[in-house]
């Protein structure tokens, strides 16, 4: 199936720091997600985005649907040790069964130095 | 209130044996899912049920059967587990509905299979 590549794989950053990760798809996607996994937790959705171009925030974190529906960015302004965690990129596509199902990105682990 | 929960939230079990892991989801949803997360934080969909029907089965090997006995449990029950089994197996649960996206998901159920 469709795998979502994210970049960085890892990021280590000073707290206050502004950060940006990006997923991509060789197919385009209708809506893009972004999930936050904190360490022993499930992952909890951030940003939805529905539309090319869209650009919205939440928070700190701001998210964009690029232009060719075959990516997605996020960003993370002013870093907090809370923000520590991977986050995963996810796209609805239509499994075997013929219904929708979610797939993940390979995820970015993010990781603050005090 | 726990939106989805599951049980246990540790397995250790031998290779060879039969398990089962429970999930409850308390928000009135009618799509459940079960999603694997290996080692690298992978994570891929399996399963999921509509209102107690199969809607996705991402060929997973029938050692895995999913059941749900009402719209909020979604039970998984794995035979003969072996070594590849070793994973973070989580529940999630979403109101099918457009653009609610959204899915909740348990805090997961950690399986080692020695």
């Known amino acids: 199936g469709q795998q979502l590549n994210q970049s960085p794989q890892s990021m280590f950053i000073q707290e206050g720091e502004d950060v940006s990760m990006n997923c991509t798809s060789s197919s385009i996607f209708n809506t893009w997600l972004w999930y936050k996994q904190e360490p022993g937790e499930g992952p909890v959705l951030l940003i939805a985005l529905y539309k090319a171009g869209e650009l919205t925030s939440n928070g700190r974190l701001t998210a964009q649907f690029g232009i060719t529906r075959k990516d997605s960015f996020l960003n993370i302004s002013a870093s907090i040790p809370s923000d520590v965690g991977i986050y995963f990129c996810a796209g609805p596509q239509i499994s075997n069964f013929g219904n929708e199902k979610l797939t993940f990105g390979t995820g970015t682990r993010l990781t603050i130095i005090p | ?114």
């Open chain 2, 1 to 114: 209130d726990t939106a989805v929960s599951q049980t246990p939230k540790y397995l250790v079990t031998q290779m060879g044996n039969d398990k089962s892991i429970k999930c409850e989801q308390n928000l009135g949803h009618d799509t459940m899912y079960w999603y694997k997360q290996d080692s690298k934080k992978f994570l891929k969909i399996m399963f999921s049920y509509n209102n107690k029907e199969l809607i996705i089965n991402e060929t997973v090997p029938n050692r895995f059967s999913p059941k749900s006995p009402d719209k909020a449990h979604l039970n998984l029950h794995i035979n003969s587990l072996e070594l590849g089994d070793s994973a973070v197996y989580f529940c999630a649960s979403r109101q099918l509905r457009l653009y609610q996206e959204t899915q909740y998901f348990g805090p997961g159920t950690r399986l080692l299979v020695l």
